[in-house]
């Protein structure tokens, strides 16, 4: 049986969010990882307290709570890359140090100058959301096209190997997903593509 590992990519209307489309042009200024279709488990490099972007580091996001809990439409688009049973271990590790160290880790700030100018700028402990995902999927086997720390959202809807799940609004997703019994997903769910 083949396992899936989802990216997911978002665009909210916070106000770094929304300043990021204006000057990237992108439709998704945000990417996160999930290792179940559900999207329990879902976790990026973000701010840690929804009033404020900062501070900000790893943390798992809840669809309808925390800053996603603000906005009642989030465009998303979700891609799902396979997986061996390995790989999917190997992310499990992967998340599990991330959850346990969270406080060594930061928010990429003068990276994300760096992505957007294509520098690249490797920094240990620091990521932005887009950094975050291409580094675990390099850890865990998938190759990249180029560096790490030089991919941006935008990067993933063209992601070799990925193939587009579902085009939609965030929340729309979640809610018929969870309406679902556990024997129908993930491979019976439709998309509804814009």
């Not at 439709?27 to 973000?46: G, I, K, Q, R």
């Not at 390995?86 to 991330?98: D, G, L, T, V």
């Not at 406080?103 to 887009?130: D, H, P, Q, T």
Request: with cysteine; proline share 6%; hydrophobic share 35%.
């Amino acid at each position: 049986m083949e396992d899936y590992i989802y990216v997911i990519v978002a665009q909210t209307g916070t106000g770094p969010a929304r300043f990021f489309r204006f000057i990237t042009k992108k439709p998704f200024n945000h990417v996160s990882l999930s290792a179940d279709v559900t999207l329990s488990e879902m976790y990026s490099f973000c701010r840690t307290y929804r009033p404020v972007p900062l501070p900000a580091t790893f943390n798992k996001e809840i669809v309808g709570k925390g800053t996603l809990g603000q906005f009642g439409y989030i465009p998303c688009e979700i891609y799902r890359i396979p997986v061996t049973k390995e790989q999917k271990a190997e992310y499990n590790s992967i998340i599990r140090h991330f959850v346990d160290n969270r406080n060594i880790y930061s928010y990429n700030i003068l990276g994300l100058l760096a992505v957007y100018m294509n520098i690249e700028w490797k920094r240990k402990k620091s990521f932005v959301c887009s950094q975050f995902v291409a580094y675990t999927l390099d850890k865990i086997g998938i190759p990249l096209e180029k560096s790490f720390c030089l991919y941006t959202p935008d990067d993933f809807r063209r992601f070799p190997g990925a193939t587009l799940y579902y085009a939609g609004e965030l929340n729309t997703f979640y809610d018929d997903i969870m309406s679902r019994p556990e024997s129908m997903y993930p491979r019976t769910f439709t998309s509804r593509a814009n």
